[in-house]
T-cell receptor
Framework: EAQVTQNPRYLITVTGKKLTVTCSQN?????MSWYRQDPGLGLRQIYY???????DKGDVPEGYKVSRKEKRNFPLILESPSPNQTSLYFC??????????????FGPGTRLTVT | AQKVTQAQTEISVVEKEDVTLDCVYE???????LFWYKQPPSGELVFLIR??????QNEISGRYSWNFQKSTSSFNFTITASQVVDSAVYFC???????????????FGTGTLLAVQP
């Protein structure tokens, strides 16, 4: 089954404790990205990657890091989480944009609470 | 800059009523794509439709229909004979273009919470 998986699905942590949210897709997609969803703000892109070892900032990258060492994985790293990073996080993947933007497949979401 | 506005924060209807969710977008690009996603209470995002800027034909899929009007920069979504299972947050989104080419970055609206009462 084609899917995007994220782990963990729920996480409560404390300020400053490094954490990683994993994202994996089994569709051989080149493009992967992370979004955060906040009430009243919709979803905003954090980082994206167009292929292995190619990453770039989205609209809200501060406080986050990513890496793309393998095509299927795109982990999101919070080196020193703060309460304003409490949010619902989505990973998404798709084929590399040619002339058209392809449909994006979203993971199930990770609800993160930083106290 | 590209922007998507969903002015309706919450809508409540009674089952079997028709309901229209509004979406207004801003872009300077001549080529762009519009999307609708559904987010049920379980939290996942479900893709509903993608439309490109050259295709203004309305689309119908079962009880769902979409009205795309470039003249008013709107891409509205209508649910006919709503059901309780339609209760969800609905997001309209616009694909960002950069340097004349499409990208896969989505610019989301703030969403409309639809509550369908039995």
């Amino acid at each position: 089954e084609a899917q995007v998986t994220q782990n963990p699905r729920y996480l409560i942590t404390v300020t400053g404790k490094k954490l990683t949210v994993t994202c994996s897709q089994n569709m051989n997609h080149e493009y992967m990205s992370w979004y955060r969803q906040d009430p009243g703000l919709g979803l905003r892109q954090i980082y994206y990657s167009m292929n292995v070892e190619v990453t770039d900032k989205g609209d809200v990258p501060e406080g986050y890091k990513v890496s793309r060492k393998e095509k299927r994985n795109f982990p999101l790293i919070l080196e020193s989480p703060s309460p304003n990073q409490t949010s619902l996080y989505f990973c998404a993947s798709s084929f590399f944009p040619g002339p058209d933007p392809y449909e994006q497949y979203f993971g199930p979401g990770t609800r993160l609470t930083v106290t | 800059a590209q922007k998507v506005t969903q002015a309706q924060t919450e809508i409540s209807v009674v089952e079997k009523e028709d309901v229209t969710l509004d979406c207004v977008y801003e872009t300077r690009d001549t080529t762009y794509y519009l999307f609708w996603y559904k987010q049920p209470p379980s939290g996942e995002l479900v893709f509903l439709i993608r439309r490109n800027s050259f295709d203004e034909q309305n689309e119908i899929s079962g009880r769902y229909s979409w009205n795309f009007q470039k003249s008013t920069s709107s891409f509205n979504f209508t649910i006919t004979a709503s059901q309780v299972v339609d209760s969800a947050v609905y997001f309209c989104a616009l694909s960002e273009a950069k340097n004349g080419g499409a990208t896969n970055k989505l610019i989301f609206g703030t969403g409309t919470l639809l509550a369908v009462q039995p």
